[in-house]
């Protein structure tokens, strides 16, 4: 009887067969079997065509009887390569042919699953012929560097033991959670920069860079916005400030500017009495306007308003003293206009707003009225003008009940500032 053969080549003498040979025979079945429990070879794989690996009965060096395959080759797309439907055993595969190309190893026939070797990558395969017809290649997953994987998971903490994490080629290193996911570094202290050089940290995309603290819950917020001439806001939260040093920093919004009485001007016509008032010798004098209680008196003063105004409206506050003990009202009015460069003066003055204060106190107490509301600058204001401004009590009004003189101490302006500087 002859003999028979194993689907990887080792060959089954039969009782009485091969009557002085079998020392060889044998030895060959050796070599063989120690080819297939570890055996290496190379295999070049065919660019164009499938590369169809096959048994060579009773012989040694056919790649199909080694452990480890070393899959060579220049290849200019991806390729195929073949075992037989019967074997059923695990090969090591490395895929070292050049070209970045994928090697896919499977089955001769059928449609059971294949493995796709990475091109560099090597995989520990096994052939599994539970379905005769469409029997399967698995890949074990077994000594898979991470490259090879294209959804590598942990099943705990990653111990980088003491190493960085790097990449080669001038690469970035992104850290990218799924969906609405966070990226959390849980040191006390995050440094960023290498080698002394100077250190950035941007947004990817045209998003805005934004710093707050406790995931933004009751924080203020730095905001540097994208985009040309965008600008850095920095947002406390609540009735929180500013600072640089522990100082406060000075925002835009609110300016105020006092005007005393003694840059205050009579007008030509109608205008109030500029008087000093001794209170007791050496102790305050009070420069005053003394607006009369019967008839409308006039004062003005012009300024030149920092480049920093808004060229909004403006409110005021009087600061005042009653010339005689009495409680009944004063009708404070204030009126402004902008004059620009190489335009007339004669010019009519804007709106008058009115704010209204009571006597309430004795002769040579300081009084402060509330602020008024907005007042508009007539003209159109723009940097660079002279606003003039005229204050007269409205005493011909039958609401200013106050008997006396209303002795003006000077005027609080408040305006809006939208520049941090003058410049």
């Known amino acids: 009887m002859a003999s028979n053969y194993t689907v990887l080549g080792i060959q089954l003498m039969t009782t009485g067969e091969k009557a ?23 295999q070049a794989v065919t660019d164009g065509a499938n590369t169809d690996l096959s048994v060579s009965d009773g012989s040694t060096g056919a790649t199909l009887a080694h452990r480890i395959i070393k899959l060579t080759g220049s290849l200019s797309a991806g390729r195929t390569v073949t075992v037989p439907l019967d074997v059923q055993t695990f090969y090591i595969m490395h895929n070292a042919t050049s070209g970045a190309q994928t090697v896919t190893f499977k089955y001769v026939s059928g449609s059971g699953s294949e493995v796709v070797i990475p091109n560099g990558a090597t995989k520990i395969i096994y052939a599994s012929a539970d379905d005769g017809t469409n029997p399967n290649m698995v890949d074990t997953g077994f000594i898979q560097a991470v490259v090879d994987d294209t ?13 960085d994490i790097v990449s080669a080629g001038n690469a970035d290193v992104s850290i990218i959670p799924g969906g609405t996911g966070d990226v959390n570094l849980g040191a006390d202290t995050i440094q960023v920069g290498d080698n002394n050089a100077d250190a950035t940290i941007t947004t990817q995309g045209t998003g805005d ?39 406060l920093v000075k925002n835009v919004g609110t300016e105020t500017i006092f005007i005393p009485s003694v840059a205050i001007y009579s007008t030509e016509t109608a205008g109030a009495d500029a008087q000093t008032v001794e209170t007791t010798a050496t102790r305050p004098d009070l420069k005053v306007l003394d607006y009369d209680a019967s008839t409308i ?23 005042w003293s009653p010339g005689n003990t009495n409680t009944g009202n004063v009708l404070w009015n204030l009126q402004a206009v902008g004059v620009a460069d190489d335009a007339t003066a004669d010019i009519a003055f804007g709106t008058a707003i009115q704010v209204t204060d009571a006597g309430g106190g004795a002769v040579e107490d300081v009084l402060v009225s509330s602020v008024s509301g907005a007042m508009t600058v007539a003209g159109t204001p723009a940097d660079d003008e002279y606003t003039f401004f005229q204050i007269y009590r409205n005493a011909s009004d039958g609401a ?7 002795r003006l101490l000077g005027i609080k302006l408040f ?9």
Do not use: H, R
């Open 20 to 42: 002085g040979l079998w020392g060889g025979l044998t030895n060959t079945n050796w070599d063989i079997m120690e080819q297939i429990s570890g055996g290496y070879t190379t």
């Open 209 to 247: 860079l934004i710093l707050n603290t406790n995931n933004g819950s009751s924080s203020g917020s730095i905001t540097i916005a994208d985009g040309a001439s965008g600008n850095i806001n920095i947002a406390p939260n609540g009735t929180g400030a500013v600072q640089a040093g522990g100082n």
């Open 297 to 319: 008196e006039y004062g003005q003063f012009a300024i030149a308003m920092p480049k920093s105004w808004n060229l909004g409206t403006m409110t005021y506050q009087v600061f």
């Open 400 to 406: 200013d009940t106050f008997t006396g003189d209303a």
């Open 151 to 163: 959804s590598p998971q942990l099943g705990g903490d990653l111990d980088v033991n003491g190493n």
């Open 415 to 423: 305006y809006t500032s939208d520049a941090a500087n003058d410049g």
